[in-house]
Each structure stands twice: as C-alpha cells, then as structure tokens.
C-alpha cells in the first residue's frame, strides 16, 4: 500500500478535445446541452506547468497559448467591454489588491489580529462576477471574504473597520476577518468552515423559487453566488448541494476559485479527478472551466451562468483556475509551494492582464489608469483612518445579538426576563 | 507510533505541512506516507473511515486541525465511534483516538472559539481528555492510544506555545498516565479550584494571588472530563469547605455544573459557601479583542470568585 504523492499523481486522463476557441466565436460554452467545454487551456497549465510535474493540469494543452489578451485582441471589432465598464473592473481589482496590502500591513502593525487571508492574485474571480449582480443579489463567501464584501459594495470603511475590531464595522466587531455580513448588500457571510458556506447560499437561492412558485412573487429573480476553494470541492457539502441546486432548478452558481492549493495540500494529491467542472454534468448541471486569471473570460461566463440562474434555468458550476499571490493566511509559512511556480503566476497577475488589454485596444490610458489607483489609495487612507478612529465596542455590547429576541436568555430567579435587569447589559464572563 | 504498527495518524496537512500547529512535525519523514496521511477537508469522511479501521483493529489517531471542525465529523464521533460497543453487544470496540486543538484561540472569532469538553463529555461511550502540561500531554496522548475505546483529547492551542519543566519520569518511554484521574496541582486548604486545559494555568495564578492574600487555594487539574475523577473533587472540598470551578466553555450544562452536581450528592453537608463557577460569557465568541477578553475566564475572575467563597469579599450582587 502507498500513499505517496506520486502515487496519487492522477494518470494522464485523454486531453479535452473541445474546439481551442475560433477567432470567430471566442467564448463559447455549451451551457445548454451541460457539456464540460474547459474553455480556455488556463494559460499557466501549459509547457512550463508540465515541468511543474504534479502542477500538470491533465487537460493542459501542450502548444504554448498566447497571452489571454492576444486572443481577444484578434477580435478588435467585438471589444468585450466598453471604457465604462473596463474602468469599472480596473478600480474594482485595485481596491481589492490594495485593501489586502493594506491588510498586512495594518495585521503586522497589531491593528488586527487572529487567521487573516488575504485574496491577492484572485481578483478577477470576484470582480469578474460580483460586478454583473444587482443589489438584490446574494453573495456567500469563506473566511477569504474581504475582496468578495468589497465587489458587492460594502464600503471600505466598514470592511476595514470590522478587521479592527471596532464598533463602526460592517458587523460591529463581533465578526472579525472570516465573518463579514452585509445584510443591506446581501453578502450573507463569511463562513470559517469548509464547505459551510455551499448549503446556505444554496437556501438563498431556493428562497428565490419559493418567492416566486409559492409566495407568487412572479418577479422574483434574484441569484445567489456561491464561492469556495478547490479544496472544498472535496467536501461533501459540496456534493449534496449540486444535487439539490440542480433538482430544484435553483438560482444559484457555484463559483469555485481553484488556487491549486488547500493551505499546505496540493489540489492534485487532495482529489481524484482534479477537474472539478466536470462534476456539475455529473448532476446535470453545465460545468464550465475558466481562467481565472483573466477578468473578461470569467466576466463572459460569469455573464451567462447568472443569465442562466436569473432566467430560471438553474445552476451552473464555473471553475475558476487562479492562483493566491501570499500565503494560507498571514501566519502560514507557505513553504510547500514551489517558487517557480509562484513566480510563473505572478507574471499572470490578472490586473496587469487588464490594463495590458484596456491599452492595447485604447479603452484607458495611463493617466485614467493612475487616477484610479490614486483614488483608491485615498480611500484606503481613509478606511484605516475611520477605522483606527471608530470607538471600539462598549462592554454593552457583549450580550446584544445573541438571540434576535434577548429574552431567550430566559428568566431569571426574581421570575422576570434576565434581559430585563438593569446590570444585564453590562456583561460579564460568567453570566 | 514505533511501538505498535497498527497506530496510524491522519487528517488535514498532518504530513508534508507537518501539521497546521507543527505538531506532527517530523513524523511522515519517520513513519512515512502511509502511517501519516494527508487528508482532502473532509471532516466527515475521514472520521468515519477512522471508525471502519478501528473496527478491525487499526488504532487511528484522527486529527482535527482544530476541534471545530470535528464539528462535521460529530456524526462519526458519536453514533460511530461513541455506540457501537454497545450496539453490538461488546463485539466490536472502536481504539480510536480524535485529537487537536480545542478552546479559545485568539482574535479568531465565533466559529473558530469553542470548547467541546462539555458536548463530547456529555456522551455515553467515549473518554475526553484535556491535558495542561507537557507531562498531562503525553502521559495521556499514550494512555488515549492504547485505550480500547474512542478517545476525544482535546488540547488547547495557546498552549501549544508554552514550555513546561519535565521530571526524567515523564520522559522514561514507560511513562503513560492513567485515564479518569485527576492531579493536584497545588494543596491548599481553604478553597478547592477545578480546572482543565487552559484555565489550570489561570487557576494555578489565581493560588498564588490568593496565597499573598492568606488564602490557600487548592488547585485540580481534572485531566479527563469523562470519566470524571469525583473522588479527588470530592475528598478536596470535604478538606476545603469551598469550591470554584473553572472552565472555557458556556456556563450552561457545562463541566462545573457537573461538579457542582457531583459535590452536592456527595459531600453537600461539608459547603460552607455557595460553589462558584467561572466560565466563558453565554455568546458566541466575539471577534474584538475588547469583548473577546470579557468573553473568557481571566485570572482576576477567579480570584474574586475565590474571595467571595471565602467571604472575603461582598458576594456578587445578582450576577447578569
Ligand atoms: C471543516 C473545516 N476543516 C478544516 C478547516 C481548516 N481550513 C481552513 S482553510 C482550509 C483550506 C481550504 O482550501 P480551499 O478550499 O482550496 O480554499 P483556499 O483557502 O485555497 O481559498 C482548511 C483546511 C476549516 N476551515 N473547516
Ligand atoms: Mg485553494
């Protein structure tokens, strides 16, 4: 018996022989007839990932791909985005990218403290996605939630404020780094636990089809995004809610950000088949494969499987092939991953693959472009300020949003309700 | 591990990572991959795959990176592990032991801030250790090993951090500590404190403000939670007079409410004081280090608690 690495390396499974993408009709998926298209060959999984040995993607194609934005660019006449909504991307991924830097640097300070993980490299997931939703729309994030808050539109102040532990937070201060909830935007957590986050999302969404089958709510048309890592596509959690979300028909996506990595475990030597699209046609729902590194392909099938959910047509799981730019979280060592691998993926840096596309096809220029991250440093000045300035919260506090109704803390010998004590309020460790 | 073939530790980043605390470190280059074994996170799966070893005999030391998580495995920990002696009629036993860190970390927030010792003792079937010292931790971790029962040892993180002097005795390879016996720490005699894991360095601060005070506090280091060692508790508060128990978790039919109930059977006639009980506040952990702290036992709470048994303060004041 062995379990070594090597053993558990997958054998080379046959390459997908869907069409490379035509000149002509560049992002196609076959989301109606549920076929897994790995649409794009994810760039980094290419010769110099096959060196990588274990990196190697089993459905890597071996040719060398051209950068993302040469693809695109054979295309000029069909631009995927206008100047509004290319500047609109540009700025969500600087603030995401800065917020996390600022992040660091504030953990290192002692402004905030306990497991913080960052998001940096990932950018074009959430701003790929989150930035086609309305309002209405539900995100459910993991304890890597900031930049996820932050797309939705939690203002910085709130997001950083929260990490500070102050009562100006977007949670008071009782959530912390991996527990962000914005009722008014609909981000619905923030959840620690692996896999935790899958179900509740997937709640969201059937609470849209009871809204509109049982309450009569024929315009009930809201979706629900569900992001998680690739190693939590090995939890069983993951599983039971593809079939739910695809028997029911539910408006929801699952957005899987694969990193390739699970803290210190390896996506390959964690999963038997490592393509993890392919398990959504496994419950009849499209699973696509997307790089993830590239903002305007996640955004093109972004676009379509929230289409899909909004129309009533149900789930789709879209894999997203990314990459984190730090550690685990700011205490991990991250000794395990090999820095030529780290290094081919920082040269995918996916802002840097924007703003390479915006100029190649005159959408923004370097002023534009320095304007923005200009602006988002300001806002970021600001947020820390706000943030270091905000009270932090009063000892009240420690006994408030227990239960929505305090009087579940009971009655107390006097036969009235605990919560009615005047010293009640005050808190103590052993109430 | 080298002494018997059958142990085998998995969970998640147990080998290459050497363990998310570091605590497995250098054990898959000793044992190698198939007695060290990374899992995928799935809590669920390999606490029961656990289990099916067990009953033929392998004995798994299952880790959770923390015990949160066994959370998803609670299934397997109970109805698995916990009853199938039972179910079977004593044909099959289930040596398994779970182990990882438990309790309080620090800034981590609710979900990742929770003592178990109370819901795991709370079942028929398994023992729940919880060592303080170095010595508690492997004296038990080998004990817990070779028990043929399902083992929960739940050990604390912030510890994971702190030295403690060992004898020779306790690093003789013949050293092991029995199962459902509790240690004194430190004789007294005018206030027994009952603690675990964390809270017995806490308690063990608290005697010595107490000593400067004239107070002589008795400090318990429980060690198991299930089976409970009532005796020691016991024949303590009939020398003392007094009892504050100590824990981490919630109040609510928690450990110190078993003690009390323990002592009020046994040896209520010997009170001379209400028994106080320190515990974490009823909420979930908050994230701000400002409430995170209200929200935990701190030393000064003990002390008070320890005066008011004494009468040596005025008593709580209808405690919120
Ligand atoms: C149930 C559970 N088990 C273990 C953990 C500890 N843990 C936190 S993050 C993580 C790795 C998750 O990897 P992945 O899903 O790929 O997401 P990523 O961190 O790469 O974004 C683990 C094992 C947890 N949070 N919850
Ligand atoms: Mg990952």
Redesign the interface.
């Known amino acids: 018996?062995?379990?070594?690495?090597t053993k558990f390396a997958p054998s080379p499974l046959p390459l997908n022989s869907t069409i490379p993408r035509s000149n002509d009709k560049p992002l196609s998926f076959s989301f109606d007839h549920f076929k897994p298209h790995p649409s794009s060959s994810f760039l980094g999984s290419t010769r110099t990932l096959l060196r990588f040995g274990a990196l190697a993607r089993p459905h890597a194609r071996t040719r060398s791909s051209s950068p993302v934005s040469a693809v695109l660019l054979q295309q000029t006449s069909n631009l995927l985005v206008t100047k509004e909504e290319g500047l609109e991307l540009y700025e969500d991924m600087i603030l995401g990218r800065f917020f996390e830097d600022k992040c660091a640097e504030m953990y290192y300070r002692g402004k905030?403290?306990?497991?913080v993980h960052l998001y940096n490299g990932q950018e074009a997931v959430s701003t790929g996605f989150i930035k086609l939703l309305k309002k209405e729309d539900s995100v459910v994030s993991t304890y890597r939630d900031h930049v996820h808050a932050l797309s939705k539109g939690v203002p910085s102040r709130q997001v950083m404020s929260?990490l500070f532990?102050?009562?100006t937070g977007c949670?008071r201060?009782?959530?912390?780094?991996?527990?962000m909830f914005s009722k008014e935007h609909n981000l619905l957590g923030g959840?620690?636990?692996?896999?935790e986050g899958i179900p509740v999302a997937t709640g969201a969404a059937f609470t849209n089809k009871y809204k509109r089958e049982v309450l009569n709510q024929a315009d009930a048309d809201h979706v629900t995004l569900a992001f998680f890592g690739d190693?939590?596509c090995?939890?069983?959690q993951f599983f039971e809610c593809l079939n739910m979300a695809a028997l029911w028909k539910l408006p929801i996506v699952f957005v899987v950000e694969n990193n390739l990595w699970?803290?210190?475990?390896s996506h390959l030597?964690?999963?038997s088949d490592p393509q993890i699209y392919k398990k959504g046609p496994a419950f009849g729902m499209p699973g696509v494969h997307v790089d993830g590194m590239d903002v305007l392909k996640v955004r093109e099938v972004a676009k379509e499987a929230i289409q899909r959910a909004r129309r009533g047509e149900g789930p789709t799981l879209v894999e997203c092939e990314t990459y984190r730019f730090r550690g685990h979280s700011l205490a991990d060592p991250d000794e395990?991953r090999d820095p030529a691998e780290k290094e081919h993926y920082a040269g995918r840096d996916p802002i840097a693959a924007l703003k390479k596309y915006l100029f190649e096809n005159n959408l923004a220029n370097e002023q534009e472009l320095k304007a923005i991250e200009k602006k988002i440093d300001e806002v970021l000045e600001d947020a820390v300020e706000f943030a270091d300035n905000s009270p932090?919260?009063p000892?009240s506090?420690?006994?408030e949003n227990?239960f929505a109704d305090p009087k579940g803390?009971g009655i107390?010998p006097?036969g009235s309700y605990?919560c009615e004590?005047p010293?009640?309020?005050?808190?103590?460790?052993?109430? | 591990m080298s002494a018997d073939p059958k142990v085998f530790l998995m969970g998640?980043?147990v080998g290459?990572?050497q363990g998310?605390y570091k605590i497995s470190k250098g054990l898959l280059e000793k044992y190698g991959?198939?007695r060290v074994?990374?899992?995928?996170?799935?809590e669920?799966?390999f606490a029961g795959i656990g289990v099916g070893a067990a009953y033929y005999g392998l004995r798994p030391v299952v880790e959770f990176m923390t015990f949160?998580?066994s959370?998803?495995a609670i299934d397997h920990i109970i109805n698995s592990a916990a009853k199938s002696n039972y179910m079977s009629a004593g044909q099959i036993s289930v040596p398994i032991v779970f182990r990882g860190p438990n309790g309080a970390?620090?800034?981590?927030?609710?979900?990742?801030s929770q003592c178990y010792a109370s819901w795991y003792g709370a079942c028929p079937g398994l023992k729940v250790l919880t060592p303080y010292s170095s010595e508690d931790a492997r004296g038990l971790l080998k004990a817990a090993i070779r028990d043929p029962d399902p083992v929960v040892f739940l050990e604390n993180e912030l510890l994971y951090g702190e030295s403690f002097p060992v004898t020779a005795e306790a690093l003789d390879s013949s050293f092991c500590l029995p199962i459902g016996k509790a240690k004194i720490e430190r004789e007294g005699k005018d206030v027994t404190i009952t603690a675990y894991s964390k809270m017995v360095g806490y308690a063990l601060k608290a005697a010595e403000t107490l000593a400067k005070e004239g107070i002589s506090a008795e400090v318990i280091n429980l060690r198991s939670i299930r089976p409970l060692d009532r005796s020691t508790i016991n024949n303590s508060v009939r020398k003392t007079n007094r009892l504050v128990t100590v824990e981490e978790g919630f109040?609510q039919h928690g450990v110190g409410a078993e003690i009390c109930t323990s002592v009020i059977e046994e040896s209520f006639g010997y009170l001379d004081a209400p028994v106080e009980?320190?515990?974490?506040?009823?909420?979930?952990m908050?994230?701000?280090?400002?409430?995170e702290r209200?929200?935990?036992?701190?030393v000064e709470?003990i002390v008070r608690?320890a005066k008011r048994a004494c009468y040596r303060s005025v008593p709580l004041a209808?405690?919120?």
């Open positions: 018996m062995s379990f070594t690495a905030m403290f306990g497991f929260e532990g102050k009562a949670c201060g009782q959530g912390g780094s991996m527990h959840f620690a636990f692996i896999g190693g939590t090995n939890n069983g699970a803290i210190g475990m030597r964690a999963t395990l932090l919260p000892r506090q420690l006994l227990v803390f107390g006097d605990r004590d010293k009640f309020t005050q808190g103590t460790a052993h109430v | 998640e980043e290459e990572y998310a991959p198939e074994l990374d899992t995928p996170i799935t669920a799966g949160n998580f959370m998803q970390a620090a800034g981590v927030g609710a979900q990742h109040p009980r320190i515990a974490g506040a009823d909420v979930p908050p994230y701000a280090a400002n409430l209200m929200a935990v036992p701190q709470d608690a209808a405690a919120a």
